[in-house]
Every structure is written in structure tokens, then in C-alpha cells.
């Protein structure tokens, strides 16, 4: 089989692709031949700039997000069958409760990721997939969706008829305008190209704002909920922004800001990460891995 393997920091040019033995899932394990993957932004972390909060592993196979089918069970596997559709979950070891560090086990870090033609997975990491869902569909899911619907199902609930704040159109912003309609709530969506503005209106934004034309964006916000503010923010930038998601917030200054977990601590500071995760009744775990991100990587 062919498969990529690189370590973090190497960049582009370190990625190499190797042909290897099929591998044989061992107890508890699954054999997934790999028919999508897809690329969210701490592909870059950790193979451009070595820069991830959590645990990565040198030589390893890189991408957290695919989807396949298992053709191979290990000993002791019971959650699927040869045949079966599955995406990889990120996390396999967090199945439920809060984040910490007996969990932070990941796809495509500490554990070989899905850029290859075969995937050994844990039995935990595998989920199944619905009928009419695309193996290219599917294969978005695991981090950027789970991402968006943690910030509404774990914590307080989104409720129906609440509003949500989302940042941006990057992929956990999208989710999360989508998933936050599912819930019956109300999206007000942040953007800086107009063209995108439209895009995101027609799926479904009750209003957007422009954030370059308008960079106290927070002002028009609290407008449009008639001064009360949004119930929830969708923060997925943090570092200058968190400010303005704050003062957004209906329940400023103790605001209600639904941010990437671990990966938080990353975007920005310490002290911000546990400012903004307290205000929520979050969980702060400071990485061993933590570092500071520069300047112009923050930008």
C-alpha cells in the first residue's frame, strides 16, 4: 500500500510517500481501506510550523479526518463488521464528559492518521456512517463538524430561539451556522468579503456583517438583538477578536463563548484561554506541548 508519513515542522517538501505491507489490525483494532480524506487547519500546525497544543508523534501518518470501509477486524472488535462505512473519530479515547488528558489521544497525531491507502484504527474511533452520506461528506465531519456541535451540546444547550454568533466561513463556523439552525436558533454570521456575505445568508444567516467595513462589529450585533446581545459565540480565532465576541455576548462581561477547547490555549494566551473557558464554566488544561505562537503566525 502507499501511504504518507512526515514529521512535524517538516513542512511540504517533508511529507514522503512510502509503499509498505498492508497492515493487520491487532486486538481491538480496524482496518479501514481509505476512500476520502479531507484538511483542516492543524494539518498545518503541525506539519508547516510544529505548532500544535497536543501530542504528535515523529514519523507518523498525517490527517485526522477520513472515511472508508473496514475490510479487517482484530480480536475483540464488536462496534462493526467487515463491510461497514466508517469515519475515523478524532478523539477515539473521549467518548463522553470533559476533555482532559487521559483523552487526548488524536487521529493523525499521536495515533497514525488517515492519509494513506490503509488506516489502522482504534475500535472507539470508528463510527458509522448514514445511508446517503458520501464517503467525500462524510470524511468532513470529525473535526470541524463535532467541533461546532460540542459548542452547542456540551455545557449549557442551545436552545430553540436563542442566537448564535459565528465568526468567519471558515469550516466549524459553516457547521455551526447550519447545526445552530437545527436547533431552532437564530445566526448572525461575521465576514469579510461581501461576495461570502451572500453565501452565507442563503444558508440561512438571519443577518451578516461585514467586519473589514465594520470593525466594531460587536456595536451592530448588540443592534440587531435589540441590546441584549447573542446567547452564544462561536469562537474560533480568539487572540484580537475575543474582546468584541465578548462584548456580543448577552451575558457580557461574563460571556458565553463557546471556543475550540484544548486548542484555544494555542490561539492565544494562557491567561486568555483560562479568562474565556472560565466565563463558561470550560476546562482549562494547560499543554505540556503549549507554546506561544508568534506574532505574525497569530495574524
Same mark, same amino acid.
Given at each position: 500500500?502507499?501511504?504518507?508519513?512526515?514529521n %512535524?515542522?517538516?513542512?511540504?517538501d517533508?511529507?514522503r510517500l512510502?509503499?509498505?505491507?498492508?497492515?493487520?489490525?491487532?486486538?481491538?483494532?480496524?482496518l479501514v481501506?481509505?476512500?476520502?480524506v479531507?484538511?483542516?487547519?492543524?494539518e498545518?500546525m503541525?506539519?508547516?510550523?510544529?505548532?500544535y497544543?497536543? %501530542?504528535?508523534?515523529q514519523?507518523g501518518?498525517?490527517v485526522?479526518?477520513?472515511?472508508?470501509?473496514?475490510?479487517?477486524?482484530?480480536?475483540?472488535v464488536?462496534?462493526?463488521?467487515?463491510?461497514?462505512?466508517?469515519a475515523a473519530?478524532?478523539? %477515539?479515547?473521549?467518548i463522553d464528559?470533559?476533555?482532559n &488528558?487521559?483523552?487526548a489521544?488524536?487521529?493523525?497525531?499521536?495515533?497514525?492518521g488517515?492519509?494513506?491507502?490503509y488506516a489502522?484504527?482504534?475500535e472507539s474511533?470508528?463510527?458509522h456512517?448514514p445511508?446517503?452520506?458520501?464517503f467525500e461528506?462524510?470524511?468532513?465531519?470529525?473535526?470541524a463538524?463535532v467541533?461546532?456541535w460540542?459548542?452547542f451540546?456540551g455545557g449549557?444547550?442551545?436552545?430553540?430561539?436563542?442566537?448564535?454568533?459565528t465568526?468567519?466561513?471558515?469550516?466549524?463556523?459553516?457547521?455551526?451556522?447550519q447545526?445552530?439552525?437545527l436547533f431552532?436558533?437564530?445566526?448572525?454570521?461575521?465576514?469579510?468579503s461581501?461576495?461570502?456575505a451572500?453565501?452565507?445568508?442563503?444558508?440561512?444567516?438571519?443577518?451578516?456583517?461585514?467586519?473589514?467595513a465594520?470593525?466594531d462589529?460587536?456595536?451592530?450585533?448588540r443592534?440587531l438583538?435589540?441590546g441584549?446581545?447573542?446567547d452564544?459565540v462561536v469562537?474560533?480565532?480568539l487572540?484580537?477578536?475575543?474582546t468584541?465576541?465578548?462584548?456580543?455576548?448577552?451575558?457580557y462581561p &461574563?460571556?458565553s463563548?463557546r471556543?475550540?477547547?484544548?486548542?484555544?490555549c494555542?490561539?492565544t494566551s494562557?491567561?486568555?484561554?483560562?479568562?474565556?473557558?472560565?466565563?463558561i464554566?470550560?476546562?482549562?488544561?494547560r499543554?505540556p506541548?503549549?507554546?506561544?505562537?508568534?506574532p505574525?503566525?497569530?495574524?
Open positions: 500500500m502507499q501511504t504518507y508519513r512526515v %512535524p515542522g517538516a513542512g511540504i517533508g511529507l512510502e509503499t509498505t505491507d498492508i497492515p493487520s489490525p491487532g486486538p481491538y483494532e480496524v481501506r481509505v476512500k476520502a479531507s484538511l483542516n487547519s492543524r498545518l503541525i506539519i508547516l510550523h510544529n505548532r497544543p497536543l %501530542p504528535v508523534k514519523n501518518i498525517p485526522s479526518d477520513g472515511a472508508g470501509e473496514v475490510i479487517a477486524v482484530g480480536a475483540g464488536t462496534r462493526v463488521r467487515v463491510g461497514d462505512r466508517v473519530a478524532l478523539f %477515539p479515547d473521549w464528559g470533559q476533555f &488528558w487521559e483523552r489521544r488524536q487521529i493523525g497525531g499521536s495515533i497514525d488517515m492519509l494513506t491507502e489502522l484504527i482504534p474511533a470508528a463510527v456512517l445511508e446517503g452520506l458520501s461528506q462524510a470524511a468532513t465531519l470529525p473535526c463538524a467541533t461546532a460540542n459548542a451540546s449549557l444547550p442551545l436552545l430553540p430561539g436563542q442566537t448564535v454568533l465568526l468567519g466561513s471558515g469550516s466549524v463556523s459553516l457547521f455551526a451556522l447545526l445552530a439552525q431552532g436558533a437564530r445566526v448572525i454570521a461575521t465576514t469579510s461581501d461576495n461570502r451572500i453565501r452565507l445568508k442563503a444558508l440561512g444567516a438571519a443577518a451578516v456583517i461585514n467586519y473589514r465594520t470593525p462589529w460587536n456595536v451592530p450585533v443592534d438583538t435589540g441584549r446581545g447573542v452564544l469562537e474560533v480565532l487572540g484580537d477578536i475575543q468584541a465576541s465578548a462584548q456580543s455576548a448577552y451575558s &461574563w460571556c463563548v471556543s475550540r477547547g484544548a486548542m484555544s494555542y490561539y494562557w491567561e486568555q484561554c483560562r479568562t474565556t473557558l472560565s466565563g464554566g470550560g476546562n482549562c488544561i499543554s506541548y503549549y507554546r506561544p505562537s508568534p505574525e503566525y497569530r495574524k
